[in-house]
T-cell receptor, first 111, second 115 residues
């Protein structure tokens, strides 16, 4: 089925470890983004991309890196995990008319 | 910069009763407005959106929302709630004529439906 695929669905990391959350879409959307969801705070934008080779910071970018080498893929890297990065992470892609499709999320726990 | 406020953190409603969720936005002009629903453990699903035109917008699952420019509001309503409507609801705003299509979300309202 067409859509946004996120892997893994669950992950436990130790403080200081690094990892990459994967996101892939097959709808040929130019716009992709990463959000984190925390209780009582809604979804906050981490990084976004308006096309291959172009990325920019969102509201809460510290501690995260992204790259966009292809239209399909938009991985999110945690450089040195901290307990404050315990959250649910959503990847999304969009058309140029705000037609958003969200992935099913990655639940990350940092201990 | 745009922002969204959802004043109600949690609402409990009886099955069959009406539901209204509040959303207030801050933006220099008329923004694009959205309501999303998130069932437990799931991603976000679009309920409805407003870009322009008729200020009463119909969505999926029997939901509607009304844009009121004078109140900077975009409240979501449903006349008769079903148990399956128990979920978290997010209001979001986007900037028209944007070239980055960023959405700003409210903190969400959790809806509990009692039998």
């Amino acid at each position: 089925n067409a859509g946004v695929t996120q892997t893994p669905k669950f992950q436990v990391l130790k403080t200081g470890q690094s990892m990459t959350l994967q996101c892939a879409q097959d709808m040929n959307h130019e716009y992709m983004s990463w959000y984190r969801q925390d209780p009582g705070m809604g979804l906050r934008l981490i990084h976004y991309s308006v096309g291959a080779g172009i990325t920019d910071q969102g509201e809460v970018p510290n501690g995260y890196n992204v790259s966009r080498s292809t239209t399909e893929d938009f991985p999110l890297r945690l450089l040195s995990a901290a307990p404050s990065q315990t959250s649910v992470y959503f990847c999304a892609s969009s058309t140029d008319t705000y037609g958003y499709t969200f992935g099913s999320g990655t639940r990350l726990t940092v201990v | 910069a745009q922002s969204v406020t959802q004043p109600d953190i949690h609402i409990t409603v009886s099955e069959g009763a009406s539901l209204e969720l509040r959303c207030n936005y801050s933006y220099g002009a008329t923004p694009y407005l959205f309501w999303y629903v998130q069932s437990p453990g799931q991603g976000l699903q679009l309920l409805l959106k407003y870009f322009s035109g008729d200020t009463l917008v119909q969505g999926i699952k029997g939901f509607e929302a009304e844009f009121k420019r004078s109140q900077s509001s975009f409240n979501l309503r449903k006349p008769s709630v079903h148990w399956s409507d128990a979920a978290e609801y997010f209001c979001a705003v986007g900037a028209p004529f944007s070239n980055d299509y960023k959405l700003s979300f409210g903190a969400g309202t959790t809806v509990t439906v009692r039998a």
